[in-house]
């Protein structure tokens, strides 16, 4: 309370002084500026980004700790903390480093942990040096802390007959069955191709035991911005749908995707929704929705918003979006990427609300039931 207090009274203070001595820049800036300085003081409340930088952000929460997995090096990295917005200064460990050779021992992207049954399970994307080659793996760990024990490759997943092109994988389960969903390309070509989403059944963790389901391919303008000035773009047109995540609420079943170049600032989310009782194996039964559900915010300052996922608050009664962005509008799919966090809420329809990307200067309540 005393520096709080005391942080209120600097703010006076330097907004009176800025006022007398006509310092340059707007009052608005001013005060934004110490009113930042002045709430860092509260320990309930944090800031994004939650690391320097960090793509695909996943997380979970399991008995009592955040786990929270990237990928870097040729290797995995899992960081476990109480509080997901203090993963600056969370445990971690190397669970992972990928082969000298082979087919997954290159190109480590966005991997994912699950807990299932009591077991971890990794899902993750990687190659032989050439993207053309990417295909899904699934490691798993029977030590019910995946701290302790040892990840093995448990499989390849074969994502249909053809052994195609594969990334951003992730399980769920709906009513008591699992379901892949995933990045994909529609049939093997020498250059890159479209990608689109695909779902698949599966027998248990580590096996795919139907054909592929397309579910979303690029359509609308906003899935399919591919160019941007002075950022690299590839020599021919690009349309992405990748980062495929179920979210479950209330009557709906919904995946969130990406869609559009993450080398653009226009990297953005969309949503495919059904009713959850109706199949996930039938194109029918899911709606897409024809605009972007979480965007580029170019009055906060966050562009290329997207892959990402969502975790409930350590009390429960909260969901949040953790996702990445960029500072720069050029900032494209280099290592400035950094992952960010913040509440949604649902509407009537038990449809997500994202709202907009909020700026890394607004200082927010970290999630209920955080420990102090």
């Not at 460990?93 to 050779?101: M, S």
């Not at 990748?242 to 479950?248: I, S």
């Not at 009055?299 to 949040?320: A, C, I, L, M, Q």
Request: proline content about 7%.
């Amino acid at each position: 309370m005393k520096a709080i207090t005391i942080s209120k009274f600097v703010i006076v203070v330097l907004v009176i002084f800025a006022f007398g001595c006509k310092v340059a820049g707007s009052r608005k800036e001013i005060v934004t500026s110490v009113e930042v300085i002045g709430d860092s003081h509260d320990i309930n409340t944090f800031t994004n980004p939650l690391l320097p930088s960090g793509a695909d952000p996943w997380a979970i929460y399991h008995k009592g700790n955040y786990y929270y997995i990237k990928s870097g090096a040729n290797a995995i990295t899992l960081m476990r903390t109480p509080d997901i917005t203090d993963l600056k200064n969370a445990e971690k460990k190397i669970i992972w480093t990928a082969p000298n050779t082979g087919d997954h021992s290159k190109n480590i992207w966005a991997p994912e942990v699950h807990n299932i049954d009591g077991f971890w399970y990794v899902y993750v994307a990687a190659d032989d040096g050439d993207n053309r080659n990417h295909r899904m793996f699934v490691l798993e760990n029977r030590s019910a802390d995946p701290f302790e024990g040892e990840f093995i490759v448990k499989s390849k997943l074969r994502t249909d007959p053809n052994d195609n092109w594969a990334i951003d994988g992730s399980i769920f389960r709906h009513k008591d069955k699992f379901y892949f969903i995933w990045s994909g390309w529609e049939k093997p070509k020498a250059k890159i191709e479209t990608q689109n989403i695909y779902i698949a059944r599966m027998s248990d963790p580590w096996t795919i035991t139907s054909e592929r389901v397309l579910l979303s391919t690029p359509e609308f303008d906003w899935e399919r911005n591919w160019e941007y000035p002075d950022v690299w773009h590839p020599d021919a047109p690009v349309y992405v749908n990748e980062g495929p995540q179920a979210l479950a609420h209330g009557s709906k079943l919904h995946i969130i995707y990406s869609a559009s170049g993450c080398w653009t600032p226009y990297y953005a989310l969309g949503i495919l929704s059904m009713d959850a009782e109706s199949d996930p194996m039938d194109l029918s039964s899911w709606k897409k929705s024809k605009e972007p559900i979480f965007q580029q915010s170019l009055e906060n300052r966050v562009y290329g918003t997207g892959h990402n996922s969502f975790f409930k608050s350590p009390d429960g009664t909260e969901d949040w979006v953790l996702y990445h962005a960029n500072d720069n509008p050029t900032d494209g799919c280099a290592e400035k990427r950094s992952p960010r966090a913040q509440k949604i809420s649902w509407s009537d329809d038990d449809m997500p609300i994202l709202g907009i990307p909020l700026p890394t200067s607004k200082q927010l309540a970290k999630p209920s039931g955080t420990n102090k």
